[in-house]
Structures are given as structure tokens and as C-alpha cells.
């Protein structure tokens, strides 16, 4: 009886420490095969959808990215349309004028950062609702860039690909994961890099400690209004970049209007992945997947499924996890709240 | 002290909705101002763009007649968001509430034959309305039975409606009269239309009388008191008995509506149809038109009239003085950023906040 139950609660907490691994490593494993099957029946679209499923994520991820750092430092950020909306221009503008493309990328990422800065000054200087802070940001975008925008302007080239050495060379993983432009290198990069930071350095738990519970933070001597600053601006830099992917990498010119709303399914991604940049990024590739799929649906008409009912998958995916019907997924504490020094 | 109040009761009068309308005022102005900076940097005579905007937008009766189409969607788009403000939620998806309104009546509007106009259009509107209210509904039940945010869900709600009318606008309801590859709905019957008595739409007329009903609800029932003190204190309302969950969801419901019938009355005075695209904005404008309204839903009217008059004014400002209409997109963004951020109106005109004219909103989905 004893020596049962006993080992009723070792199987349990086994199976509780370590389903956090278990679940993720099936998954990956069942993926892993299905890729395969899919690549020995047809190589070019598996490819194809794999690719594009890469790319698609690229602008979700990094604008989940600015999000995260923007919330764990207790900043709501509804603004990353906007940033990146603008940003998309600036760069296209410095690509135009210039043709230098990595001072174009700069110059995006400049231009986060600057609006990064804007929301940290409403909503940290002046303590205003931050919802409305983001709100005001993404119509100065729309109406800024629509006003300035001209057409029939020509660049001279837009972000290549380049090649990892051998690496892409493997089939399907080479041309796939290791033959990207720079700004889906540098995406998947900073994902591994703010993972880092956020949950193994002293600076990120500085951040957390911010968004959880900024008085504690400020007792314990930690700056909070200049952590969020930080955080903002850094996260708009990176939304800068998700901006300057799409005019530089993506599609090489500007339109109005061009983001169509990749910011807010960026705020999807982000609460999906948990706040967490690996999760994110999870989440923007299946987001990306959905899209590719769409995609190539329609390329090849086998299935008659409207493209608007793929559309509707991440929003509704993101309502169900907010409501918490299916793993709950819970916003740092403080968010929202100015922060009042005493 | 009091004795002086009770003496200068009108002069008070008069002075309370001058303290309640200098903040918006001063906003209203600084964002022109800089827009006008904008403008002079980038070439153009502001007085001038300024001169066609106005024209645009009252130089003629047909112009006026533009400028109030154009403003009845936006006092409900207004109202909604105003509503909501009150139980202290942040309706963003009153976009979403609006478009699901406007492809309702479209469709109750195109596919009823041989109704009189009277029961025809106000079915329409109701349709609207209800449409739009339920929209407003879910959020609302996941607010109060789950905790989601409602800021949250309205977002990923305004893309859900945004797909589905573009789905049914492009199929099941496209339009299917020979020559059309546009995504669109068929044309709405002449008896669905909304009259116009002179250059005033009706609906004009009806968006005034619901602003005041909806000031009449939040100002003197037991309902408006329930969802203001919801607004201002939740642990308070629950405290003294009230149901605040209930209360939430109502709100979310009636501001929903509200938004319903600003896209039916879209559809039904000035576009005749539901076209995807042709709403855009609409419900984003709601939140500008609330604040600078100051929440309030008579405050709304005005406000509305406003970036009516800007938005019928935009062709004319185009066509006269060259400039591009997004311009205003532009100038509409600093005034929203103004009027919120009133602490630097304040410091410029150097008034203290009053407690009377104090604006609650709430806070963002960090909070429970």
C-alpha cells in the first residue's frame, strides 16, 4: 500500500518535472517526421513551404520581440504596427537616396528607436494611457507615411541572401534555415539573445522585476523609469528592423498601408509564445506556416477553403489562449500601470 | 462662498463647459499648428490648404451635406468608445463591431424587396445594431467569465471581422451583376436608404437623439450610475452589491450596438453597399472623437462633427491646394496625443486639473 502509493507520486512528479520537455520533444519529433515524409513525396513544395514559412515569421517574430521587451518592462506596446510602418518607409527613403543598404537598415531601426522613445515618454514622462500612447503612434504612421509617400521611386537592389558556407549545402536544412538575408539572421539570432537576457542575466531579471512589481524594484535600487526606457527604445529598434525587413528583404519597395496589421498579429504572437522570445518564436513560425500554407493553397487550388478562413486561424487562436481554454498565458503584473514614485 | 455660487448660478453654468472644452480646444489648436509647421516644411501655404479644408467642408450645401454623412457613423463610432470608456473599458474593437454593422444592413438592405422605406430602413438599422452588438457581446463575456482582456481580444476580433465581411463580400453576398470583379455587396434597395431632409441625413438627426439617450442612460438611471461606479471603482460596485460582471458585459453589449448602427447608418446614407476598405478607420477615429468629446456623450457630437468636417473637407483640400489627404491622418493623431496628454495643454495654458473635468480610463491588460 505504502511502497504503491509511493511510487504513484514518483511517477507523477516525474512525469511533472519533466513534462515541460516531454510534450515539446514528441511534437518536434512527430514535426520532424512529417517533414521528412513530405520532402520524399515532394521535395520543390516542401522546400517552397518551409522557405516561406521562414520569411513569413521573420517581421511576426521581431515584432513580438519589440513587444516583449516592452512588456516585462511593464510597457504596453500597441504602437508596433506604427513603428514598423514607419520604419518600412525610412529605410525604403534611405535605400532610394542613397543605396546603401545597410545604412537603409540603420536608418529603420533609428527610426523604432525613436518612436520607442515617444512611447516611453508618454507613458513613462507622462504618464499617459498607454493604449492611447500606441494608438496615437500607429495614425501618425499611416497618416505620416501616406502623406510623404511618392510614387514611382526606384532603389538599386534590395537585401540578398547569403549563404553559409557549407551548411547550405544540406538538403532541404541548407537552403531552408542557412540562406537567408541578413535582417532573418539577425531575427533569429536575437530571439537566442534575448532569451538570454531576460531570463539569464542580471539585467533581464532587473527587467522582469519592473514589469512584475516595479515598487519592489525601485526599493531594491533599480531605476525603473530608465529600465523602461531602455527596453522600449531597444524594442523599437527591433520593430525598426521587422519595418526595414519588409521594404529591404521582403518586397523591395513601399506601399501604403504595407504592414497590414503584421504589428498586431506580432501582439498575438507574443502573448502565444507567453512573453518568452523562444515561445515567440514558436509561435511566428506556426503563424508563418499558416501563411505559406495559405499561400500555396491558393497557388495550386487543391483545397477550396477561402484564404479568409486561414486568415481568421491566428486571431482566433490568440482569443483562446488569452481566455485561458487552452494553456493559459498570463501578462507580467504591472503592465499598464504608470509608475508613481513616493 | 456658496452664497456667491448660488448668485452666479448661469455665469457657473456657462463656466463649467468652458472649463470642460479649453483642454480639447487648446488641443485641437496645437495639433493644427504643428500641422501647419508640417505643411510649410514641406512646401504649402498652410492658411491656404486650411481655407480648402474649410470650404470642403462648409463652403456649400452640398458640402455641408457631405460633412454631417460623414459625421453621423462618426458620433456612433464616438459614442461607442465613450460608452465603454465609462465602465472603464477600452472598446477598441468598435472597428469590428462597425464593419459586422455595415455588411448586416448592407445585406438586410439588398435582399428584402418591396418593404415600405420606414420598416425597411429601420430594420436595417436594427439589423445593424444587432450585429454589431453581438460583436460587442463576446469580448465582453470573456472580460467578465474568463479575464481576458478586452483591449486584446477587440484587436484580434477587429481582423476575425475584417475576414469574415471580406469572405462575404467576395462570396456568398458579392455582388453578382455582370461586368462587377470587384468584392462587394449588390447595391441596397432605394427603400433602405436613409432620406435627407434639405442637407440634413437623417441619420444625422437620429445619431443626435441616441447621444442624448445615451447621456440620459449613463446620467440619470439606475443602469448609468451602476456603470459608472463600475468604471470608477470595480471592488467598490461589487462591494455595494452590484453586478459588475453583468455590467461589463452590458456595456460591451450596448457599446457594441452603438458601434453596429454607426456602420449600418455607413452603409445606409452614404456608401449604399458594403464595400471592404471603404469603412477603414472608422471605428480608430471612435476613440479620438471620445476623447476629445471628453468621454462625454454629448461632448461626442461636436467632436464628431469635427473630423467629419475633416474628412469631407480632405478632396476639396486635395483638389484646391495639393496637398495629400493623409495629412490630416496626421494632424487627427496630434490631437489625440494632445488631448490625452493634457497635462502639457495644461502646463501651456497654465490651468490646474479640477477634479470635475477629470477623465478615467483604464488601464491596460496587465490588471485584473
Redesign the interface.
Known amino acids: 500500500m505504502t511502497s504503491s502509493s509511493l511510487s504513484q507520486v514518483k511517477t507523477y512528479s516525474f512525469w511533472y518535472r519533466y513534462k515541460r520537455y516531454i510534450i515539446p520533444s514528441v511534437l518536434a519529433t512527430l514535426l520532424l517526421i512529417a517533414i521528412i515524409i513530405f520532402y520524399r513525396l515532394n521535395p520543390a513544395v516542401t522546400q517552397a513551404v518551409l522557405a516561406s514559412t521562414i520569411r513569413q515569421s521573420t517581421p511576426l517574430i521581431l515584432g513580438a520581440l519589440c513587444g516583449i521587451l516592452c512588456e516585462r518592462a511593464g510597457i504596453v506596446n500597441i504602437g508596433i504596427e506604427g513603428q514598423m510602418l514607419l520604419s518600412a518607409w525610412t529605410a525604403y527613403m534611405m535605400n532610394v537616396w542613397s543605396g546603401n543598404l545597410l545604412l537603409s537598415v540603420i536608418v529603420g531601426a533609428l527610426t523604432g528607436a525613436l518612436l520607442g522613445m515617444l512611447l516611453a515618454f508618454t507613458s513613462v514622462t507622462l504618464k499617459l494611457n498607454q493604449i492611447i500612447g500606441g494608438t496615437v503612434i500607429n495614425i501618425l504612421a499611416l497618416g505620416l507615411t501616406g502623406f510623404l509617400y511618392q510614387t514611382g521611386m526606384t532603389t538599386k537592389g534590395k537585401l540578398q541572401p547569403i549563404p553559409l558556407g557549407g551548411l547550405a549545402d544540406i538538403p532541404l536544412v541548407g537552403p531552408v534555415l542557412f540562406n537567408n538575408p541578413p535582417i532573418t539572421y539577425t531575427a533569429i539570432a536575437l530571439v537566442f539573445l534575448l532569451q538570454i537576457y531576460l531570463f539569464m542575466t542580471p539585467w533581464g531579471l532587473r527587467t522582469r522585476s519592473v514589469g512584475e512589481h516595479p515598487r519592489a524594484a525601485d526599493t531594491l535600487g533599480i531605476n525603473v523609469f530608465r529600465t523602461r526606457y531602455i527596453n522600449t527604445i531597444v524594442g523599437g529598434a527591433i520593430a525598426g528592423l521587422a519595418g526595414a525587413f519588409l521594404t529591404l528583404e521582403a518586397v523591395g519597395s513601399f506601399e501604403r498601408g504595407m504592414t497590414n496589421g503584421r504589428g498586431f498579429v506580432a501582439l498575438a504572437v507574443m502573448i502565444f509564445g507567453k512573453w518568452n522570445p523562444i515561445g515567440a518564436w514558436l509561435a511566428a513560425l506556426l503563424f508563418g506556416f499558416a501563411n505559406a500554407m495559405q499561400t500555396q493553397f491558393q497557388f495550386m487550388g487543391t483545397f477550396d477553403i477561402p484564404h479568409q478562413f486561414i486568415g481568421i486561424i491566428p486571431y482566433v487562436l490568440t482569443i483562446i489562449v488569452v481566455s485561458g481554454f487552452v494553456g493559459r498565458s498570463r501578462p507580467p503584473a504591472a503592465e499598464g500601470e504608470p509608475y508613481e514614485k513616493e | 462662498m456658496t452664497a456667491e455660487t448660488s448668485v452666479k448660478k448661469p455665469a457657473n453654468w456657462l463656466l463649467s463647459i468652458w472649463r470642460s472644452i479649453r483642454v480639447p480646444l487648446v488641443a485641437i489648436i496645437l495639433a493644427l499648428i504643428i500641422g501647419a509647421i ?1 505643411l510649410l516644411v ?1 512646401g504649402v501655404s498652410p492658411i491656404k490648404a486650411y481655407l480648402a479644408l474649410f470650404k470642403g467642408a462648409f463652403g456649400s450645401t452640398k458640402y455641408l451635406q457631405r460633412t454631417l454623412e460623414k459625421t453621423t457613423p462618426l458620433i456612433f463610432s464616438g459614442l461607442a468608445v465613450a460608452f465603454a470608456f465609462k465602465a472603464g473599458l ?1 472598446n ?1 474593437g468598435a472597428q469590428g463591431q462597425l464593419l459586422l454593422g455595415a455588411i448586416t444592413s448592407a445585406f438586410i438592405g439588398f435582399s428584402l424587396k418591396g418593404l415600405p422605406p420606414v420598416l425597411h430602413i429601420s430594420l436595417a438599422l436594427i439589423g445593424g445594431g444587432l450585429a454589431g452588438a453581438f460583436y460587442g457581446f463576446i469580448p465582453g463575456m ?1 472580460r467578465s467569465f ?4 478586452e ?3 477587440t ?6 471581422a ?3 465581411t ?2 462575404l463580400a ?2 456568398p453576398w458579392k455582388d453578382t451583376s455582370p461586368g462587377n470583379v470587384v468584392a462587394m455587396t449588390p447595391q441596397i434597395e432605394q427603400s433602405a436608404r436613409i432620406p435627407f431632409i434639405g442637407p440634413v441625413p437623417v441619420g444625422f438627426l437620429i445619431a443626435i437623439v441616441i447621444s442624448v439617450l445615451i447621456w440620459y442612460i449613463l446620467g440619470k438611471t439606475n443602469l448609468g450610475f451602476e456603470i459608472r461606479t463600475v468604471g470608477l471603482n470595480p471592488h467598490a460596485a461589487k462591494y455595494a452589491g452590484m453586478r459588475t460582471k453583468m455590467i461589463l458585459v452590458l456595456t460591451l453589449v450596448i457599446s457594441g450596438l452603438l458601434a453596429g448602427i454607426g456602420g449600418a447608418v455607413e452603409t445606409q446614407g452614404v456608401v449604399y453597399r458594403y464595400q471592404p476598405g471603404f469603412n477603414t478607420g472608422l471605428g ?1 477615429d471612435g ?2 472623437i471620445a ?1 476629445l468629446g471628453r468621454t462625454s456623450p454629448l461632448g461626442v457630437i461636436p467632436a464628431a462633427l469635427l473630423i467629419g468636417a475633416m474628412k469631407a473637407g480632405s478632396n476639396v483640400m486635395q483638389f484646391e491646394a495639393g496637398v ?1 489627404k ?9 490631437m ?2 494632445f488631448v ?2 493634457d ?2 495643454v495644461r502646463w501651456i495654458i497654465r490651468v490646474r486639473k479640477e477634479s470635475a473635468e477629470e477623465v478615467t ?7 485584473k
Open positions: 508640417i514641406t477600452f477598441i470573456l474568463t479575464g481576458a482582456h483591449v486584446i481580444t484587436i484580434m476580433l477587429n481582423y476575425v475584417i475576414n469574415i471580406d469572405y467576395d462570396g480608430f476613440i479620438t476623447l495629400a493623409e495629412i490630416l491622418d496626421v494632424i487627427q493623431a496630434l489625440l496625443f490625452s496628454a497635462m502639457i480610463l483604464t488601464t491596460s491588460w496587465g490588471q
